[in-house]
């Protein structure tokens, strides 16, 4: 008998962030279009969390897929040392134009731990080539950079870090600042600089994703990083989730005063469809690379960097997240979640809500682990009823494509009050 594609993973794949041994069965999706996944059952599921929050315009976009097979017939991949090409520098000149006003030059590489990777050595060489060695970085607590060497130190402790911790780079780490703590951590902030020799500050604005979806006020955020420019230290903001309209505006630092000498980008820049990520930084970063000495060079790079496909789906994707219809999109879904918000905070089992743009998370009243049973109970009743969520310890979050449809929204919304009531 024919092996069902489920049968055939088990033989050789091993997945991500998985324990095999008790989590042996992965779905097999053959198809995806929109806000839809498509399985090898003929099942559908409303992606709920754009896959990973990369394709923001839907799967299988027709304007990127079309943009991007015309590109494959023309240059498919150049080493970008030494050569350039259309698809990198139009890119640059695009995302110049969206990003905050500081910024000035863009690094290519392949992920978005990668995009952190590159900022720390920036960050580190930046204070190097200024003469003075600067090795200490200051991080947010509970946040997530990715799962190199680099993004694992800076990321909040896991549970999982184990094995690594002896290797990780030199970080500490402060609270999320709140209007409680507020005076507490910008002390301590500062102490840590004065007493340090700080390179920088990396921190996601205003919402931390895999932290739940926690969101924190942008004013107490500017204060640090008013006083993180006052000392030198270089600011990073990892972009890699809030990037490309998801808080409402293209680039979460847009609420803030204080922009990052340093921006990493990834997931929805390519619009879901290849991977890339971008490490942006300002003239000031940039021109301290600038020598006669070539180790002062950034020696940094990898062999896809500034792949002309992936560059075609990142422009296809900027052209439009900037259209007018995504932008109404954009509104629609904000306003959706307000009044699905109204509704469900009001439930004895919500405990609170947040959402900035088409982020939407709630927590549920109900004590849980971050990996505890209750996630994996809540994300089979999601898609044994079509939705696509995963919900992360006692919160489940929504964060679909632009281009979901209101009654998809209505779908996901009505599973997550029926969720309530298995729990
Ligand atoms: C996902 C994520 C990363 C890591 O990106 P990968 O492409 O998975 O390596 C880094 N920072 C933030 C904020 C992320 O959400």
């Not at 042996?24 to 999706?29: G, R, S, T």
């Not at 991949?77 to 006003?101: C, M, R, Y």
């Not at 972009?239 to 609420?255: C, D, L, P, Q, R």
Request: charged share 20%; glycine share 6%.
């Amino acid at each position: 008998m024919k092996m069902t594609l489920q049968e055939r993973d088990k033989k050789h794949l091993w997945h991500p962030l998985t324990q095999h041994q008790l989590h042996p069965n992965h779905l097999a999706i053959t198809k995806a279009k929109g806000a839809l996944l498509f399985d090898d059952k003929g099942n559908t599921y409303i992606d709920g969390i754009a896959s990973w929050y990369t394709c923001m315009y839907g799967h299988c976009n027709a304007h990127i897929t079309r943009r991007v097979s015309d590109q494959m017939q023309q240059l498919d991949h150049v080493v970008f040392a030494g050569f350039t090409h259309e698809p990198a520098i139009k890119l640059s000149e695009e995302l110049i134009q969206i990003l905050p006003k500081n910024q000035q030059k863009i690094f290519f590489s392949d992920n978005g731990s990668t995009s952190v990777d590159i900022a720390l050595k920036m960050a580190l060489q930046y204070h190097f080539n200024h003469g003075e060695k600067r090795s200490k970085i200051i991080a947010l607590e509970g946040g997530f950079h990715g799962d190199t060497f680099g993004a694992m130190s800076v990321s909040g402790l896991s549970v999982y870090n184990g094995p690594f911790e002896d290797f990780f780079i030199d970080v500490s780490r402060i609270p999320v600042p709140t209007t409680e703590n507020f005076e507490a951590v910008t002390a301590q902030f500062t102490k840590l600089i004065t007493e340090n020799k700080v390179a920088a500050f990396v921190y996601e604005p205003l919402v931390q994703g895999a932290s739940a979806m926690n969101m924190f006020d942008g004013d107490l955020l500017d204060a640090l990083l008013a006083i993180a420019k006052k000392h030198h230290v270089l600011t990073i903001a990892d972009e890699v989730m809030t990037g490309f309209g998801k808080t409402g505006k293209n680039f979460a630092s847009e609420y803030l005063t204080n922009q990052p000498d340093i921006i990493c980008l990834s997931k929805s820049l390519t619009a879901g469809l290849v991977p890339m990520a971008i490490t942006s930084c300002t003239q000031k970063v940039y021109d301290a690379f600038l020598s006669d000495d070539i180790r002062k060079g950034f020696f940094h790079g990898h062999t896809y960097s500034a792949n002309p496909i992936s560059c075609t789906a990142a422009l296809a994707g900027i052209e439009l997240l900037q259209s007018e219809e995504m932008q109404q999109n954009i509104e629609r879904i904000t306003k959706s979640h307000q009044e699905f918000d109204v509704k469900i905070k009001k439930h004895p089992k919500v405990k609170a809500t947040r959402q900035l743009g088409i982020i939407y998370a709630l927590d549920l009243a109900i004590e849980t682990d971050r990996y505890g049973g209750l996630r994996y109970k809540l994300f089979d009743f999601f898609m044994e009823n079509g939705v696509c969520l995963r919900p992360l310890g006692n919160t489940i979050y929504i964060l679909a494509p632009y281009v979901i449809t209101d009654a998809q929204l209505q779908k996901v919304y009505q599973v997550i009050e029926e969720s309530l009531a298995i729990i």
